[in-house]
């Protein structure tokens, strides 16, 4: 699997955006981007994905590169709920059924 | 709709014995898979079942096995355990298994 590069942790202060970088410059074209957080004490929580194109949910804005080297998870006005290990990881497309393949993550602090 | 279920949600087993946890995934979702999170090694794949078939597999002595029934839901066994075995594990639940992975709260399990 690809391997992804993250910062060890970041800080926020509350209701500010927060843009939380990832390095795959490895990443092959089928690759999909995924981002994963998870928060003390509970399992990981999907956050969002996408190929090629930016991407937006109701949690978050995926911003992909145009060369697809690199990432930047979006958190538009961060809470203290948001205070979590940030994962993003590459999914190979049509083999890696079921599979994510995680690094380290990224530990996101919020300040009141 | 009812979450990824996972029972027991504490266990203290003894070196050498035998352990199954369960995993009931979110109605309608065919791909169940398996995650082992420690301090040391964060969150590594198991293991996963599509159909009742095992689909995918992760770097895991034998000693690790798993199953799923035709309700989908999934057992995993861990024979002969061992101190470092002692983990949280955590289950996911995908629509087919290569869309967004919806995990449990996980089993935390202690070997003493």
């Known amino acids: 699997d690809a391997k992804t590069t993250q910062p060890n942790s970041m800080e926020s202060n509350e209701e500010e955006p927060v843009h939380l970088p990832c390095n795959h410059s490895?990443?092959?074209?089928?690759?999909?981007i995924h981002w994963y957080r998870q928060l003390p004490s509970q399992g990981p929580e999907y956050v969002i994905h996408?190929?090629?194109s930016n991407v937006n949910n109701r949690m978050a804005s995926l911003a992909i590169a145009e060369d697809r080297k690199s990432s930047t998870l979006i958190l538009h006005r961060a809470t203290l709920r948001d205070a979590a290990v940030y994962y993003c990881?590459?999914?190979?497309?049509?083999?890696?059924?079921?599979?994510?393949?995680f690094g380290q993550g990224t530990i996101l602090t919020v300040h009141p | 709709k009812a979450g990824v279920t996972q029972t027991p949600r504490y266990l203290i087993k003894t070196r050498g014995q035998q352990v199954t946890l369960s995993c009931s995934p979110i109605?309608?979702?065919?791909?169940v898979s398996w995650y082992q999170q420690t301090p040391g090694q964060g969150l590594q794949f198991l293991f996963e079942?599509?159909?009742?078939?095992?689909?995918n597999k992760g770097n895991f002595p034998g000693r690790f096995s798993g199953r799923q029934f035709s309700n989908s839901r999934s057992e995993m066994n861990v024979s002969t355990l061992e101190l470092g075995d002692s983990a949280l594990y955590l289950c996911?639940?995908?629509?087919?298994?290569?869309?967004?992975?919806?995990f449990g709260q996980g089993t935390r399990l202690t070997v003493v």
């Open positions: 079942y599509f159909s009742e078939t095992q689909r």
């Open positions: 490895t990443i092959s074209g089928t690759d999909y």
């Open positions: 990881i590459l999914r190979a497309g049509g083999t890696s059924y079921g599979k994510l393949t």
């Open positions: 996408g190929l090629t």
């Open positions: 109605s309608g979702h065919r791909s």
């Open positions: 996911a639940s995908s629509f087919q298994g290569d869309t967004e992975a919806f």
